[in-house]
Structures are given as C-alpha cells and as structure tokens.
C-alpha cells in the first residue's frame, strides 16, 4: 500500500452533515448482482453545490471496533482536473484492517484534510467508483464514468471523494460488468495473475503446474481460473473442516472453477501425498513449476518441497504468522528460488501494467471466464450507523468465512 495518503484540496468543511441515527440495514449473504447501484446516482448536495460525504477515518491505530469512527463532511464542487466519485464497491482486505491496526508496512499519512478534529487517515484501499461531477481541466473522464484507483491508500471506504483524475484508472469498457467485479479486480485477481506470469517460464502446454495454499481465498480463487485459462494445471491446499460433507461441498467449489487437484492441509502434510503427487505429475515428467504461499510456517516448507527442480516459491502472506523454515536441500540440490510478492508495491511502481493486468482480467470476467468470488456484503446507505460498518470490518478477522466481505453503497 502507499505509505501517504493523497491530501484533497478540494474538500471543506463549511456546511455541517446531518447525521440520522435510524436503524442500519446491512445483511450478510451470498452476492447479489449489484448492477442496480451503477447507474442512476442521487448526490446529496446542497443548496451551495457541495456534496455531503461520509468517510470510515480513524486518528490511532488499534482495533477497528475501537478506533473507526464515521466521519461527515462536504465536497466542494470540482474544479481544475478533479473529479468528485461516488463509491458503488469497496472489498474489506485483510491487509486493511492489519493497517488500521498499526502492523501494515504501510502506513497512511493522518492528516485534517477531510476537517476531523484531530489527524486522521481514511480507511479502505480497493474499490471501484463512478464519476458524478469533473473539474473544467478533466480530459479524460465524464460523469457516469466508472474509476479504480490507480494507488494504494486514497482510502476508499466513504461515500464520495474528490481526488485528481491522474490518481485514477478508467475502465475503458464497463459493459457486462458489475460494480462487485470491477471493485475486487485490483488486488486479489492481479495478485494471482503477476505470480503466476512473473515467477516462471511456461511453455502453456497444458503439462505444467503450480502448487498453492490457501486455496480458497480470494488470490487462491483467482489462480485456479487463470491457471485453467492459460492451460495450467493445479494442487489447491485447504483448510480441513470439522464438518466434512462442508470440506466436500469446498473442494467441488473449487474443482468447478478448474481446480485440478484439492487437498487438505493434513493431507499435504501426510505421508500418502508425495506418492499421490508422483502420480498425477507422471512420475515428475510434469513439472510443478511455481508454489504460491500465504500461510508461511510447516505447510510452507511441505509445499516447497513438492516443487520441480528450479522451481519458485512465492509468498505473499503469512496467516500462519509462523516463520518458513527452508531445508538447505532445497536450495543446494533442487536449487529452488524462494521470493515476496506485495501487489500494493507492485500496483504503485507499474500503474501502466496495473491497467493491462486489470483490462485483461475484466476481458475474462465479461466473456465468462473468470467467476466472481463469493461475499459477504454490508450495505452502507445514508443512514447506515457507524456500528454496523465497523462490525464488517472486524468481521474480516474471523475464522471460516462464506465469503469476503464488501461495502456495497446505496445510492446517496
């Protein structure tokens, strides 16, 4: 993520927002197609053109139970090459809420931009809007436009925004996309895709693989589909469950979308696995060519030793919090090569290689290809109360989840 929060000049804090404490509506379920949010916007504006916003900020780090607070304040009109958003989409990453909690990398400038009383940050780093207004120096956007942001740490969790449009990505071509689809390509779906393509040298056979744990997450997810797409075959780790007709519905889950093989991680660690992956591999004719880790400590070591001679480990996460011991065998003998991969640094150095990640990726998405992944959403409409939004995101904490959780915004 970016270390410092973009300052927006253009907003201001001369007309109070009226805050309504009625009840929230926020339900948690599978995702509804969210077309009906794209189009069709109301702005809340005042009589003096400026648009009433509400933005999730926080002042300290800690839990995000304990130090969110919701934040209201006005959007003067556009001017010069800004633009004022309205949010239709934004995911609740884990990475978001380890930065609210101070142990991110990446760590957001707090300052008075938005007129809190003390310096704060605005949460949230992925998410897709729509242009509602443009400054008279816009060249490139149009109201009804939809936008990502082309870095990290703008904070995306509020309503409305005001930013420069050289801050922003324009999706060239929205049709048969959702605002769901769009607002969760940026991270997971190019996380997966720039592993896969940087760390190794396929010939696209079809007599290729990669190994992965964390399987179903949504980086995992996104890797078995453009594995399928690119002719890549897959070994997908999992979390068994206690209730195993759930583990099962799990595994097809993921053999649906073009999982090869799924496994638990007791199997992965289990003595029957290195005879079973022989097999499937013809004996190691097939190479298992990259391993994808985000879990780190024994399940890490165990699935870099299924990796083909000169083969790659990435890692990307570490849910685990538990080291990676590395077997001096694997890198005397089998030489494998064992690197990091943090797609908000990524994202911040290649913003021209962002977009042709993110184009390609909608491309499989609109032809089908590339399946949306399963949420769970909270709706945040104007009346939406503060605890509600914060529940969403301490929610992102817990154990088995059916699905990751996103901000949907109602129209305002």
Known sequence: MASSLPLQASFRTSLPTIISRSRPVCRF???????????????????YGYTQAKALVYSKYGEPQDVLSLHGHSISPATGSSVVLRMLVAPINPADVNQIQGVYPAKPEMTIALGTSEPSAVAGNEGVAEVVSTGSGVKNLQRGDWVIMKSTGMGTWRTHMAVDESQLIKIDNKDGLTPLQVGTVSVNPCTAYRMLLDYAKWGFRGDEWFIQNGANSGVGRAAIQLGREWGLKSIN?????????????????????????????????GREIKDQIKEWTKGGREQIRVGLNCVGGKNATALAKFLSPGGTMVTYGAMSKQPIALPASLLIFKDITFNG????????????????????????????????????????????????????????????????????????
């Open 29 to 47: 379920g599978q995702r509804q197609r969210l077309a009906k949010f794209a189009v069709g916007s109301r702005r809340t504006i005042s009589s």
């Open 237 to 269: 780790v999992i979390r068994g469950r206690e209730n195993k007709e759930e583990e099962q519905k799990l595994r097809q889950s993921l053999l649906d979308i073009g999982a090869t093989k799924v496994i638990t991680e007791e199997e992965l660690l």
């Open 341 to 412: 991969f943090w797609v908000s640094k990524w994202s911040d150095q290649h913003p021209d290689l962002k977009k042709q990640t993110v184009d390609d990726v909608l491309r499989l998405t609109r032809e089908g290809k590339f399946k949306d992944i399963p949420v769970q959403e909270c709706r945040w409409g104007w009346k939406t109360e503060v605890d509600t939004l914060k529940s969403a995101v301490q929610g992102t904490l817990g154990g088995f989840r059916p699905g990751k959780g996103v901000f949907v915004f109602e129209e305002t």
